[in-house]
């Protein structure tokens, strides 16, 4: 081997006082081809680290002159591109969690498993290489191309600047935020960043799946192991393996199969079902929701250990009503999503929507413009062909036809409008109840409209669509819409 090729070769710090473990430690990262430093004291390790640079920081948590915490504050001060990983005693998850909120890369408990150290010092040496990457492309745009979290508000730039960081980690993650805002496509965007990105991202909907059938579902399961298990079957964790594993509205959990998870979490290992034998797995949890976790634990339906577990680093992410700069280059990244093309917007349209709240969040916005564009004429999106639920502009806009007198409530019964001058508003909030909501009213409004139009025109639809003022399109996708029959 040349000079330069020695020098190229990644060099590793393990700092454990225990000497038959430091030996064994050392021989296995030689045999992958690594260079490696020892210090049995704090005192050595900053020493070595003085006068050296390292790919990755391997250290127990117990020193004779202090504490492997010390170490992981001071190598996240003063050395942030070193990865630190802590070395933790069987059954000490908390002390693990504990140096992960402080920085820590990752964490391998006693008995050391080599396979398993073996894949902590490949994902921290591959982290290096996709830092390193990014750090020599300077002329590199704000947003990466593959970017999925769209917008240049403060609150997204902030988003993003964590993203990057979680990135070069193995902690658990915890997404929150209001339904809507994105959460799936962070936890992808940490995975993608991050040294696990060849490998799988399996994102999980919690609340979707029967609670008779999570074991199953989450760990395998053996042939035989109950009826209609005709063959074995990887659960959530094994096809991750190597990769991410999102738990979507992970407080929907049932409290029994918390147990399970968290088990699985802390010894990094699961049953299937039916098995008499654990094995090993290798996923990253991200896990996201839009609850109060902390409030789910008070309540007593969600368990505080788990809780602490999941929640070792926060990703919050922001409603689109606090990002409304966004709103613009969200939709044209939406209507390109969706059309291939780039797709006009009226100035008025534009307005409208940085003028509405979005109680849905991104999610409502990408309804709107596809709802949008069935309705566009001329390739160009008007006000009239956004659906912004409960705003004056949707109120404002004038109906081809007077509103009918008789529309079907949200509960399939006729409500009386009393008929009015011409010159005089309806007001439907004089009366002390409401007969359904605003954008159930709208709907069955337009519904009745329809029906009234096809009517009279004997489901001529391009005659109705005539009568109503609207496009054959538009009366088209309406009458798909509210299933309309004719």
């Known amino acids: 081997m040349s000079m330069n090729e020695v020098a190229a070769c990644p060099r590793i710090l393990v700092v454990d006082d225990e000497a038959h473990l430091r030996e064994l430690l050392e021989i296995t990262l030689i045999k992958m081809g690594l260079d490696v430093d020892s210090a049995e004291t704090l005192a050595l390790a900053r020493a070595h680290l003085a006068k ?159 609670e008779t059938l999570m074991e199953a579902e989450f760990f395998g399961y053996r042939k035989g192991a109950f009826t209609g298990a005709a063959d074995d079957r990887e659960g959530f964790f094994q096809a991750a393996s190597g990769g991410t594993l999102m738990l979507d509205e992970v407080a929907d959990l049932p409290l029994p199969m918390q147990v399970k998870l968290l088990r699985a979490i802390q010894e990094r290992r699961v049953r299937k079902v039916g098995a008499t034998v654990e094995e090993a797995v290798d996923v990253r949890i991200i896990s996201a929701t839009h609850q109060n976790l902390a409030i789910c634990v008070e309540e007593g339906r969600f368990r505080q250990d788990l809780y602490y577990r999941l929640n070792v680093i926060e990703l919050h992410l922001p409603p689109l009503r606090e990002r409304l700069e966004d709103i613009i280059v969200l939709s044209r990244n939406i209507l390109r999503k969706l059309t291939g093309n780039d797709i006009d917007m009226s100035v008025e349209a534009i307005d409208a929507l940085i003028s509405y709240d979005f109680p849905g969040n991104v999610r409502e916005l990408e309804n709107i413009l596809e709802r949008a564009i069935a309705f566009a004429n001329d390739g160009c999106i008007e006000v009239t062909d956004l659906a912004l639920r409960g705003t004056r502009k949707l109120l404002d806009t004038p109906l081809a036809q007077p509103i009918p007198t008789e529309v079907v409530s949200h509960s399939a019964q006729p409500v009386s409008v009393p008929d009015q001058p011409a010159d005089v508003e309806v007001d439907l909030f004089a009366a002390p109840g409401l007969p359904c909501s605003l954008p159930d009213y709208l709907e069955n409004v337009e519904r009745e409209m329809i029906k009234r139009a096809l009517h009279q025109t004997r489901n001529n639809r391009t005659q109705a669509a005539e009568l109503l003022g609207v496009s054959f399109r538009q009366l088209r996708y309406q009458i798909q819409k509210l299933k309309i029959q004719e």
């Open 52 to 210: 050296q640079s390292y790919a990755l920081v391997l250290t127990d948590m117990r020193l004779p002159d202090g504490s492997g915490m010390e170490l992981v504050q001071e190598v996240n001060a003063h050395f942030k591109n070193t990865p630190i990983a802590v070395i933790t005693a069987f059954g000490s998850a908390d002390n693990a969690v504990v140096a992960l909120k402080a920085g820590a890369f990752d964490y391998v408990s006693k008995p050391v498993a080599l396979d398993q150290l073996r894949k902590l010092v490949r994902s921290a040496l591959q982290t290096n290489e996709v830092q390193k990457e990014q750090e020599s492309a300077p002329e590199q745009v704000a947003i990466p191309a593959k970017s999925f979290m769209i917008g240049q508000s403060q609150g997204m730039q902030e988003v993003r600047e964590q993203i990057n960081r979680l990135a070069r980690s193995m902690a658990p993650v915890i997404i929150t935020g209001e339904s809507g805002s994105g959460k799936e496509l962070a936890a992808r965007e940490i995975h993608t960043s991050s040294a696990r990105s060849g490998k799988p991202f399996i994102a999980v909907n919690c609340g979707a799946i029967p």
